[in-house]
């Protein structure tokens, strides 16, 4: 996650990896499985929701990160709407 890299430390690269590649770039839960080697779509699927349970986790830890990250998004909903 390239604007969570710089701003939460992940307790593993892999968590970055597979939250990225489904989330950021669109691949399908099969594509993820391949890419990253995993033994099946069930496990995939495992790692991918325990990845984002850490990040969750990471993110309700950090108050800079929560601060900011709720700026961002007033910011965006005023661009948008």
């Known amino acids: 996650m390239k604007l969570c890299d710089q701003s939460i430390e992940f307790t593993s690269l892999h968590n970055v990896e597979r939250i990225d590649s489904f989330y950021f770039e669109n691949k399908r839960l099969k594509e993820v499985m391949v890419d990253l080697k995993l033994p099946s779509m069930g ?16 993110i309700k830890s950090n108050s800079d990160f929560t601060s900011y990250l709720k700026e961002f998004l007033k910011d965006l909903a005023r661009d948008i709407g």
């Open 43 to 58: 496990a995939t699927k495992t790692q991918k929701d325990r990845c984002m349970k850490k990040l969750k986790a990471e």
